[in-house]
């Protein structure tokens, strides 16, 4: 019965060095007392009712390792590098479309003003421009008396120009320049 001990001893041994190097032969690679006795081709209960010094043992190996095998400790250092770099790449994404937001509504705005802009540089200097009538004008004022308006308002400048190129000596009929 010794023999047969020792020969599960030394299973469980080997089978705890394959798994903690990340080299299982029969097992997932999981570090797990469930696959360690798989590995080791034992019994659940083999492990941790007849040999608990080798569970401990295996389980304090484990916790030393972080619970990842020394083969992919490399492979966990590059995934955490990785969660880094996508972790700072979607701050600088966020960034960058809230600022693409603001770009565009001030292209927006700047759109508008350079409009408006031209569209007082086409109108004569001396028609004062009414603002654009809305959808919704005034209670009672149509567009046709709008445009009404800006007629009126283009006769009164020329006649304000007339007015200021004629002079009056006093006791003297106007006379034109």
């Excluded at 001893?9 to 705890?16: L, N």
């Excluded at 979607?90 to 003003?113: M, S």
Aim: hydrophobic share 40%; proline share 5%.
């Amino acid at each position: 019965m010794t023999a047969s001990r020792d020969a599960e001893r030394d299973a469980i041994k080997a089978a705890m060095d394959r798994l903690l190097n990340g080299t299982p032969a029969v097992s997932t690679g999981a570090l797990s007392v469930l696959q360690l006795a798989a590995e080791a081709g034992v019994k659940r209960w083999v492990l941790t009712h007849k040999h608990p010094d080798l569970k401990a043992e295996f389980e304090r190996r484990r916790t030393a390792s972080n619970g990842i095998p020394a083969a992919f400790q490399n492979l966990q250092a590059h995934v955490t590098d990785l969660e880094d770099t996508c972790r700072r790449l979607r701050a600088d994404k966020t960034e960058l479309t809230e600022r693409v937001q603001v770009y565009a509504q001030v292209i927006h705005e700047l759109t508008a003003e350079l409009s408006r802009l031209r569209e007082e540089r086409a109108s004569p200097r001396n028609v004062i421009r009414l603002p654009a009538v809305s959808s919704a004008p005034l209670p009672g004022v149509t567009v046709g008396q709008v445009e009404t308006l800006e007629h009126v308002g283009t006769v009164l400048a020329r006649n304000q120009r007339l007015a200021s190129r004629c002079r009056s000596p006093p006791g003297r009929k106007r006379v034109l320049d």
